[in-house]
């Protein structure tokens, strides 16, 4: 983790670290994720929560030393992992994900996630979509309609994106993905007929006081 990064973290909400996961150590987590999803089954939404409890394999993940390096430079150096879940997009399961800020969904301190992708992610194949800076912006309101019952029940309003800039997170396999919780992001629909594979982890500031949340049951301190 360089200073460049965390400062482009701090100024635009997110950093790209390239390649932080080998091509075997990607092979292993995406043949893992298949068999968890096997196991368990899915929503039609295309989520399953939890990976790190279904397999230890995604433990070790979340606690990957490059990653954590990375994450101690902008959390600070008590970085607990909170949960995690694997985003896929293939075929049948290809809409995108609606313009949002995470931070609705769990309040309390400010979170950081991780998205690491399993697949290169292009614009044809659903890569993310942020608009730089907003994290700075607050919590919005998120009065979207959600009515199509694909989740993501706290979505922005149009009006939020008007004259906002947007960049196309383009990412190859083994690329993590960092950001804030109130950045505004979305994901393009897959259109390719491939696999779009993503790993998505979430982290805190162990210091900082927070409700206990019943959908982080593999909790640690990395």
Known sequence: MTTHAKLEYERTG???????FSEEQVKLYKEEAQKVLEQYGVGKEGV???????????????????????LKEIIG???????DKLVFKNASTDFGSPWHQDYPYWKGSHKVSVWIALDDATPDNGCLRVVPGSHLKGA???GGDASDG???????????LDGQPIVDLLASRGDAIIFHDLLYHASYPNISGQDRWALISTYKDGTQEDPEYPWAKAVFRV
Do not use: C, I, W
């Open 14 to 20: 997110y950093t790209v670290l390239k390649q932080t």
């Open 77 to 83: 150096d008590d970085v607990v992992f909170l949960s």
């Open 48 to 70: 399953y929560l939890g990976m790190s409890v279904a397999s230890a394999v995604f433990k070790e993940a979340a606690a990957h030393p490059v990653l954590v390096n990375a």
């Open 140 to 142: 919005a309101r998120h």
């Open 150 to 160: 694909l989740g993501f029940k706290n979505r922005l309003e149009e009006q939020d």
